[in-house]
């Protein structure tokens, strides 16, 4: 049976989030874990085990509260809760390593998911140290059946196989097209070969490639999808200078507001 990870810190970006994973998967098998995870931040109080214990006692009521009202809207999820103490980087690695879930599924505050990686969050720490497969999901996306799912590219091989596997199953549960949004960079690209070798990866699915250029990608990977009316955006995190080209925060000012298009991040 498939397992996600929520992420909760009890904001209603959070519970957002796991509103639009429980729509996402309501009719299939699934289990999900609910966790929240705090930490102090000081460690030189003489109170300092009573304090803990306080934020324990918080973090279980939160995460009850939390499951009483997703559990009014999915009555039949099988939702389980984790309170764990540490950072939330630490607690998610070792939660990962426990029990392996197939999807890490959190909230981010900005307009758009692309907006809030350049703004910077916990959020990022976490893309940028966990290789699970990630659904960010921004503040106010509701959930619809996704029809065309953007796939942002560099037009690099995907190595293994499974690492497009949660996109592939996604495209194939909701009978969703691929779009290939090709960033092209300075190196030189034979794109017919870049093109059959990714397609291969997705064998029955409705695909196409394009292709856009220039300095602000997010910015053009975002006036794509607004133009072709995709609901989701999907990025492979296995080439550093891209994914930083991407979240530069230099490119925050340049942003405007866009539709929320919540974004899959696969580790290659």
């Known amino acids: ?57 918080e973090s279980l009521k939160g995460l009850k509260n939390e499951l009483s009202v997703l559990h009014r809207r999915f009555p ?4 389980e809760l984790a309170s764990r103490f540490g950072s939330l980087l630490d607690v998610v690695k070792n939660e990962v390593s426990d ?39 921004p503040k106010h996306a509701k959930f619809k059946k996704p029809e065309n799912i953007v796939f942002a590219t560099d037009l690099k091989d995907v190595k293994l196989d499974n690492v497009v596997e949660p996109l592939r199953d ?10 290939f949004v090709n960033v092209l960079e300075d190196d030189y690209v034979n794109r017919i070969d870049a093109e ?7 064998e029955g699915l409705d695909l196409n490639f394009n292709f856009i250029e220039g300095e602000n990608i997010s ?12 609901d ?20 925050t000012r340049q942003m405007v507001l866009h539709p ?8 290659d």
């Open 99 to 137: 029990f392996k879930p197939e999807l890490i599924v959190l909230g981010c505050r900005g307009e758009t998911a692309l907006e809030n990686f350049l703004l910077g969050s916990n959020a990022y720490e976490v893309v940028k140290n966990i290789q699970e497969a990630m659904l960010v999901v």
């Open 76 to 79: 039949n999820a099988r939702i």
């Open 260 to 267: 929320e298009h919540p974004m899959l991040i696969l580790h």
């Open 196 to 202: 059959e070798k990714i397609a291969a990866h997705f």
């Open 219 to 230: 910015r053009g990977i975002l006036k794509f999808m607004d133009e072709h009316g995709c």
């Open 1 to 57: 049976m498939k397992r996600i990870l929520l992420l909760t810190d009890f904001s209603d970006t959070a519970r957002n989030a796991a509103i639009y994973a429980l729509k996402m998967f309501e009719n299939e098998k699934v289990y999900f874990d609910l966790l929240n995870a705090y930490d102090l931040e000081f460690s030189g109080s003489p109170y300092i085990m009573q304090v803990k214990e306080e934020l324990a006692q």
């Open 170 to 179: 996604l495209a194939q549960h909701f009978d969703a097209g691929i779009s």
């Open 232 to 251: 989701m955006v999907t990025l492979i995190r296995h080439n550093e200078s891209f994914f930083d080209r991407l979240f530069h925060p230099s490119t």
